[in-house]
């Protein structure tokens, strides 16, 4: 079955840096991959997603980047602020919709 | 998009009682899905709910353990039964709000959760 791995487990940056999250997966059928962004005491919330027929997509100051065949998707956040600290989990899938297979997180403290 | 909430937020049991727990979205959805995140962990998933199915459950999680309920398109519980402390974690449910045609064209959205504590 699918495995997804995430690194780094914590980062720390300062504010307005750019931070860098990045997650392999394992199965190549996968063909979906989305952001989420949890906070103390609440759920997921989606902040970008990428599917396996684009290789960037932007929103913002928030942007992915999906590398097929070397299977691995990373998450760029740039000129951070205090409240993107949170912890943040990739995901694939088959495609949305499906279950998905979580990384283990990411926890960013952005110190101002 | 979807917004789900689920009911209740929290609760501490006590060890050998059993919990409901509820999900409702506020549209029509196909698929929806149980996950649990145990403190400080990522999500795992515990079975997916169809509507008008049985729940497919993942390994390592049994339907005596985890029975799902979907009555309808809006609606699921997960029920934790004969709890021990090790079940004590964060309950979630998310949902697809794709249907035919747009099956696959959105993505996951998630509850709030429901934090479980059993002494």
């Known amino acids: 079955g699918e495995n997804v791995e995430q690194h780094p487990s914590t980062l720390s940056v300062q504010e307005g840096d750019s931070a860098v999250i990045k997650c392999t997966y394992s199965?190549?059928?996968?063909?979906?991959f989305p952001w989420y962004k949890q906070e103390l005491g609440k759920g997921p919330q989606l902040i970008i997603d990428?599917?396996?027929?684009?290789g960037e997509k932007k929103d913002q100051r928030i942007a992915v980047t999906l590398n097929k065949t070397a299977k691995h998707f990373s998450l760029h956040i740039t000129e951070t602020q205090p409240e993107d600290s949170a912890v943040y989990f990739c995901?694939?899938?088959?495609?949305?919709?499906?279950?998905?297979?979580f990384g283990k997180g990411t926890t960013l403290s952005v110190s101002s | 998009s979807a917004v789900i909430s689920q009911k209740p937020s929290r609760d501490i049991c006590q060890r050998g009682t059993s919990l409901t727990i509820q999900c409702q979205v506020d549209?029509?959805?196909?698929?929806m899905f149980w996950y649990r995140q145990q403190p400080g962990q990522s999500l795992t998933l515990i079975a997916t709910?169809?509507?008008?199915?049985?729940?497919?459950?993942e390994s390592g999680f049994v339907i005596d353990k985890f029975p799902i309920s979907r009555p309808n398109l809006t609606f699921s519980t997960l029920t934790v039964s004969n709890m021990s402390p090790e079940d004590s974690s964060i309950y979630l449910c998310?949902?697809?709000?794709?249907?035919?045609?747009?099956?696959?064209?959105?993505?996951?959205?998630f509850g709030p959760g429901t934090r479980l504590t059993v002494l």
């Open positions: 990428i599917r396996s027929n684009v």
């Open positions: 199965d190549s059928a996968s063909n979906y």
């Open positions: 549209s029509q959805v196909t698929m």
């Open positions: 709910a169809n509507q008008g199915s049985e729940a497919t459950y």
């Open positions: 998310s949902a697809d709000p794709g249907q035919g045609a747009t099956r696959g064209l959105d993505t996951q959205y």
């Open positions: 995901a694939a899938s088959y495609q949305a919709g499906t279950a998905l297979i």
